[in-house]
C-alpha cells in the first residue's frame, strides 16, 4: 500500500515546487484601458523567467498576443489574467490587442 503513495510523492513536490517558483517570479503590469496598453514600453530582465499581469478595464474583451514571444490569451472586460513568459534574450519584442490593434500595441524592451 505504500508504494503508491511513495510513487506519487515526486509529483507532488514538483507541483509544490512550481507553484514557489511562480510565486518568486519577477511581475510587471500591463494596463488595457481604452484600448491602449499602457505603458506601451515594458522594461523586462533578459535570461529571467518573468510574469505579466494583464488588466483589461475596458468594458470590452481584449486578446493579448505576441507572435514574437508565442503568446496568446483573451482578457476579459474589468478582469486580469497572468501570462508568464522567457526566458528571452535582448531585444524588443512586440505583442498587440487582437480585437483592437490599431490602438492596443507594445514592445517588451529585454535588457
Do not use: W
Not at 514538483?14 to 517558483?21: E, H, K, N, V
Not at 511562480?22 to 484601458?33: G, M, N, W
Request: overall charge neutral; cysteine-free.
Amino acid at each position: 500500500m505504500k508504494k503508491p503513495v511513495l510513487a506519487a510523492l515526486p509529483m507532488l513536490l514538483a507541483l509544490a515546487t512550481g507553484t514557489a517558483i511562480a510565486d518568486d517570479l519577477p511581475e510587471f503590469t500591463l494596463v488595457v484601458k481604452n484600448h491602449v496598453y499602457q505603458p506601451s514600453e515594458l522594461k523586462v530582465p533578459a535570461g529571467t523567467k518573468f510574469k505579466i499581469i494583464v488588466r483589461n478595464e475596458d468594458a470590452t474583451p481584449e486578446e493579448f498576443e505576441s507572435t514574437d514571444f508565442n503568446r496568446e490569451k483573451i482578457v476579459l472586460p474589468n478582469s486580469s489574467i497572468t501570462v508568464y513568459v522567457g526566458p528571452l534574450r535582448a531585444g524588443n519584442y512586440g505583442f498587440f490587442g487582437d480585437f483592437h490593434q490599431a490602438t492596443a500595441k507594445g514592445r517588451l524592451i529585454v535588457e
